[in-house]
């Protein structure tokens, strides 16, 4: 068969239970790259998936304002401390996931705007931009782009190169991009060449 393209992620997106306790180092290390870039005071809105999730676990008692969009951070963040404000979303929870989506979780970011935000992904080359496995996820993420000022991805070497089915938007749109150390060179260089800064740790 010629060529040599790589299939595209379909179907149903690994259970969070089991992606949670994969590459949890290199998502840890993000995490602490991503919260280093958020400065006391910002209001932040904190897309689902496991690496959000350690980030929101690191936002706990720092002077941030955040609305996260998954049950499992929302419980995380409802534990913290003063000075930390946690803003709650409406929406649908999806099964086992957690994340939240629908016209609730529509209306919650529509009607706000956040300082940053901070997206994860399924998939995300300088090709084919930032892709999700499931249309409604894909939705979600558009709306937060929409809603905010500087857009950090956050995502493990393994998503980049990468495509899955639903396509949020070109790489173009994130400012930044925090992954680790191991992320293939061709597709930092040519997501920087996008215009996306990079940050590995």
């Known amino acids: 068969m010629p060529g040599h393209?790589?299939?595209?992620?379909?179907g149903e997106e690994p259970p969070f239970a089991l992606r949670a306790h994969e590459a949890l180092d290199a998502k840890r290390r993000i995490a602490a790259g991503v919260s280093s870039l958020i400065a006391d005071g910002e209001t932040v809105v904190l897309d689902s998936g496991t690496t959000c999730l350690e980030v929101a676990r690191l936002l706990c008692g720092r002077?941030?304002?955040v609305m996260p969009l998954s049950l499992q951070a929302i419980h995380v963040l409802g534990g913290s401390p003063s000075p930390t404000t946690l803003m709650v979303p409406g929406g649908q929870p999806?099964?086992?996931?957690?994340a939240l989506t629908g016209s609730l979780a529509f209306a919650s970011l529509t009607a706000l705007r956040f300082d940053t935000a901070v997206l994860g992904c399924?998939?995300?080359?300088a090709a084919e931009?930032?892709?999700a496995y499931d249309l409604?996820?894909?939705a979600v993420k558009k709306a937060i782009i929409a809603s905010t000022r500087r857009?950090?991805?956050?995502?493990?070497a393994s998503k980049l190169g990468r495509t899955a089915h639903a396509h949020v938007g070109p790489s173009a749109l994130l400012h930044t991009l925090v992954t680790d150390t191991t992320a293939p060179a061709d597709e930092v260089a040519g997501l920087e060449e996008a215009g996306t800064v990079v940050k590995t740790v």
């Not at 999806?94 to 957690?98: D, L």
Request: proline share 3%.
């Open 5 to 10: 393209a790589t299939p595209l992620l379909r």
């Open 63 to 65: 002077q941030v304002t």
């Open 94 to 98: 999806r099964a086992a996931e957690g």
């Open 122 to 125: 399924c998939g995300l080359s």
């Open 129 to 131: 931009g930032l892709t």
């Open 136 to 138: 409604d996820d894909a």
């Open 151 to 156: 857009v950090i991805a956050a995502a493990d």
